[in-house]
């Protein structure tokens, strides 16, 4: 059974920085991603990073701030987050798939999701 776990999450203050990690279980996965969803908001992509770890996608939201990276060989993705602003709180999503794709920012081209990690900047 397929498994992501992130963790990393907490509350920090605005400029601040953190770093969530996404843990797979069993595997490494092909292009892994990190979504996130605010408080009333929809879920938005953040970053993408493809198997090798030589092509990555951001949003534009956070490109400049955030880095994506992968240690295959621990079967991790992480997400640095710098310079957090009040409206990067949201609950942060690790994602996965399971076939070679192009790298995306769709939802719908992941097939396997963490269960979230609570990212909150506030004063």
């Known amino acids: 059974q397929v498994q992501l776990v992130e963790s990393g999450g907490g509350l920090v203050q605005p400029g601040g920085s953190l770093r969530l990690s996404c843990l797979s279980s069993?595997?490494?996965?092909?292009?892994t991603a990190w979504f996130r969803q605010g408080p009333g908001k929809e879920r938005e992509f953040v970053a993408a990073i493809n198997l090798s770890g030589d092509n990555t996608k951001y949003s534009d939201s956070v490109k400049g701030r955030f880095t994506i990276s992968r240690d295959n060989a621990k079967n991790t993705v992480d997400l640095k987050l710098n310079s957090l602003k009040p409206e990067d709180t949201a609950v942060y999503f690790c994602?996965?798939?399971?076939?070679?794709?192009?790298?995306?920012?769709?939802?719908?081209?992941?097939?396997?999701w963490g269960q979230g990690t609570q990212v909150t900047v506030s004063s």
């Open positions: 069993g595997r490494t996965w092909y292009n």
């Open positions: 994602a996965a798939a399971r076939s070679w794709t192009v790298l995306s920012a769709l939802a719908a081209s992941y097939d396997y």
